[in-house]
């Protein structure tokens, strides 16, 4: 079992920047590759980014390349996205996961956090 907290959600106004953290507990973070995903009102949830085991190799859907970024820190047992130039289509509630292996899909993910609140204000 992992158990997954984020943070850092909140509200900022378009073109701004946040960082959400991902902070696992239980087994060992390091043996997980790590996703994180977004929901907003209405739509399903959606890929946006995810990073290896080692955070050797990430993968970006197509509409964050460029302006997000995922990274982890295996020694905290901590994975973030850094989200810069946030525009309105960015505001969702962010979920962070764990999978045995990278994936762009929601269904490849073993366990889930409670997810955080992203407001863009326009």
């Known amino acids: 079992q992992v158990q997954l907290v984020e943070s850092g959600g909140g509200l900022v106004q378009a073109g701004g920047s946040l960082r959400l953290s991902c902070t696992a507990s239980?087994?060992?973070?390091?043996?997980?590759?790590m996703g994180w995903f977004r929901q907003a009102p209405g739509k399903v949830r959606e890929f946006v980014a995810t990073?290896?085991?080692?955070?050797?190799?990430?993968n970006y859907a197509d509409s964050v390349k460029g302006r997000f970024t995922i990274s982890r820190d295996n020694a905290r047992n901590t994975m973030y996205l850094q989200m810069n130039s946030l525009k309105a289509e960015d505001a969702a509630i962010y979920y962070c996961?764990?999978?045995?292996?990278?994936?762009?899909?929601?269904?490849?993910?073993?366990?889930w956090g409670q997810g955080t609140q992203v407001t863009v204000s326009s």
């Open positions: 990073i290896t085991r080692s955070g050797g190799r990430t």
């Open positions: 996961a764990a999978a045995g292996a990278s994936s762009t899909i929601a269904g490849g993910y073993d366990y």
């Open positions: 239980g087994r060992t973070f390091s043996g997980y590759a």
